[in-house]
Antibody, heavy 122, light 107 residues
Framework: QVTLRESGPALMKPTQTLTLTCSFS??????????VSWIRQPPGKALEWLARIDWDDGKYYSTSLKTRLTISKDTSKNQVVLTMTNMDPLDTATYYCARVISGSDYEIFDYWGQGTLVTVSS | DIQMTQSPSSLSASVGDRVTISCRAS??????LNWYQQKPGSAPKLLIY???SLQSGVPSRFSGSGSGTDFTLTISSLQPEDFATYYCQQTYSNFATFGQGTKVDVK
């Protein structure tokens, strides 16, 4: 059974650095074709993809946020960590992690965590 | 980045209606197009992948079509549990992008 769970601070102040952890079970990030992505959703708004880390340690970042994001994995702990620097109130959102399967002619986000709401306020 | 544009942004429908949602990519994405359903307070759920493949466990009233830049999600007979927001997503590039969403509510 595949599960993912996000954890991190619920409240932050502007300029702080956000660290989010995605703890997962039911799969291994050493398996070829498996990846984990981070996605966020501001209240009442659309989904925004942030970053992805692959089984082979490939890393990809949103063009608009790449200077602020770092993604890493700890395969022994089954965890993926996302850091975002210089947080702003506009970064207030629910942050999700999702398992990604990269197939020969598709790529899908098939399992998602329940999300964690991060509020940025002074 | 590849931009995804959905239409309409919202629609009102009744149980039993046939519902169609469109999604257009700013450049060709072949069939790297997925559809998700999201209900308030919940994470998105994968419905359709590779433009037209039904994810396991998803009712057959959901279907997808299209290729290249233009795609469609169809719900053949809307059920009460289908009132939700639907998102398309391209995964053609290594930088996935989502559409802005289409909210389906009760007429």
């Amino acid at each position: 059974q595949v599960t993912l769970r996000e954890s991190g601070p619920a409240l932050m102040k502007p300029t702080q650095t956000l660290t989010l952890t995605c703890s997962f079970s039911g799969f291994s990030l050493t398996t070829s074709g498996l990846c984990v992505s981070w996605i966020r959703q501001p209240p009442g708004k659309a989904l925004e993809w942030l970053a992805r880390i692959d089984w082979d340690d490939g890393k990809y970042y949103s063009t608009s946020l790449k200077t602020r994001l770092t993604i890493s994995k700890d395969t022994s702990k089954n965890q993926v960590v996302l850091t975002m620097t210089n947080m702003d109130p506009l970064d207030t959102a629910t942050y999700y992690c999702a398992r990604v399967i990269s197939g020969s002619d598709y790529e899908i986000f098939d399992y998602w965590g329940q999300g964690t709401l991060v509020t940025v306020s002074s | 980045d590849i931009q995804m544009t959905q239409s309409p942004s919202s629609l009102s429908a009744s149980v039993g209606d046939r519902v169609t949602i469109s999604c257009r990519a700013s450049q060709t994405i072949n069939n790297y197009l997925n559809w998700y359903q999201q209900k308030p307070g919940s994470a998105p759920k994968l419905l359709i992948y590779a433009a037209s493949s039904l994810q396991s466990g998803v009712p057959s009233r959901f279907s997808g079509s299209g290729s290249g830049t233009d795609f469609t999600l169809t719900i053949s007979s809307l059920q009460p549990e289908d009132f939700a927001t639907y998102y398309c997503q391209q995964t053609y590039s290594n930088f996935a992008t989502f559409g802005q969403g289409t909210k389906v509510d009760v007429k």
